[in-house]
């Protein structure tokens, strides 16, 4: 499994990016696709989740402002973000959790200031 994640930056309060993370593919059924945070001196969390069975789930802190989705045919995974705020600076990871194992891409960085 490779995952690997780009469309980090910087942007400035209540602007937008778009995360991007090529998969080398997917299994229906049993995978669960997410997009986790780490901001300095805070332990990883969850930003949001999608699988083929469910609805998306979001952490409160981004619920209405951040979208997951993924294109099947271009084995891609997204996280659109959307009014930003300082608080979402982090480095930003995709990760597969298929079965009982977690595979990670590499982080990208998210700097959210004036």
């Known amino acids: 499994v490779q995952l690997q994640a780009s469309g980090g930056g910087l942007v400035q309060p209540g602007g937008s990016l778009r995360l991007s993370c090529a998969t080398s593919?997917?299994?229906?059924?049993?995978?669960?696709w997410g997009w986790y945070r780490q901001a300095p001196g805070k332990q990883r969390e969850l930003v949001a989740s999608?699988?083929?069975?469910?609805?998306?789930n979001y952490a409160d802190s981004v619920k209405a402002r951040f979208t997951i989705s993924r294109d099947n045919a271009r084995n891609t995974l997204y996280l659109q973000m959307n009014s930003l705020k300082p608080d979402d600076t982090a480095v930003y990871y995709c990760n597969l959790k298929r079965l009982s194992n977690h595979y990670w891409g590499q982080g990208t960085e998210v700097t959210v200031s004036s």
């Open positions: 593919g997917s299994i229906f059924g049993i995978d669960t």
């Open positions: 999608i699988a083929d069975w469910g609805a998306p």
